[in-house]
């Protein structure tokens, strides 16, 4: 059974500053996709980066990338230069090709004024 | 982008009674659509996957003929919580996946359902 970890229940960073999300995975699968979400209090998941396991290069998306590291299973979040709307809970999520999402516990980020 | 709907956004009933939530997607078709729940504060867990055409398939400890859910179009999935009781109560989403020949998108997502049973 594939399983996702965060272990990180909350984290805090100051605008403008960075912070990294941490997520691990369990699977056997050599193919397959890895995702973070964003749920804001609207509670409506926002995709934020993809990534897949066969792509070597990280992804990035603006201020948001990712280092994923296939052969530690691990796949964690750097979002720079933090803004007040990145505040929310942040899912790392793990899908095989033909499969369903599996999500971690969640990370709740707080961003300081 | 890719727009998923769901319908109701909040609803309450009585003990008893069945609910019934409707996800749409509104600009593609969706052979695949993924129902979750998700408790406070805590990670959605997934319910079921619904495929168009055929049975769903429900993940372990959850009763199907208490969750019941239909796919009976490329663009339409619903969940019918049946019987409903007060620890039915959750935030129910679903999400859609867009398949392309053999390569898989990621899932959309609707807005979400809360339901409150009284």
């Known amino acids: 059974a594939q399983t996702v970890t965060q272990s990180q229940p909350e984290m805090s960073v100051q605008e403008a500053e960075t912070v990294t999300l941490s997520c691990t995975y369990d699977t056997s699968e050599s193919d397959y996709y890895l995702f973070w979400y964003k749920q804001p209090p609207s509670r409506q998941m926002i995709l934020v980066i993809r990534?897949?396991?066969?792509?070597?290069q990280n992804a990035t998306e603006n201020r948001f990338s990712v280092n994923f590291q296939k052969a530690a299973k691990s796949f964690s979040l750097k979002i720079s230069d933090s803004q007040l709307g990145d505040a929310a809970m942040y899912f790392c999520a793990y899908r095989t090709l033909g499969g369903d999402m599996r999500f971690g516990a969640g990370t709740r980020l707080t961003v300081k004024p | 982008g890719a727009v998923v709907s769901q319908h109701p956004s909040r609803v309450i009933c009585k003990s008893g009674t069945s609910v019934k939530i409707e996800c749409r997607s509104l600009?593609?078709?969706?052979?695949?659509m993924f129902w979750y729940r998700q408790f406070p504060k805590q990670s959605l867990m997934l319910m079921a996957t619904s495929n168009e055409g055929s049975k769903a398939t429900y993940e372990q400890g959850v009763e199907k003929d208490k969750f019941l859910i239909n796919h009976a179009s490329l663009t339409l999935s619903t969940l019918t919580v049946t019987s409903a009781h007060p620890e039915d109560s959750s935030f129910y989403i679903c999400?859609?996946?867009?398949?392309?020949?053999?390569?898989?998108?990621?899932?959309?997502f609707g807005q979400g359902t809360r339901l409150t049973v009284v």
């Open positions: 600009d593609f078709q969706a052979t695949t």
């Open positions: 990534q897949e396991a066969y792509k070597q």
């Open positions: 999400s859609a996946r867009r398949d392309r020949g053999f390569v898989s998108t990621e899932a959309f």
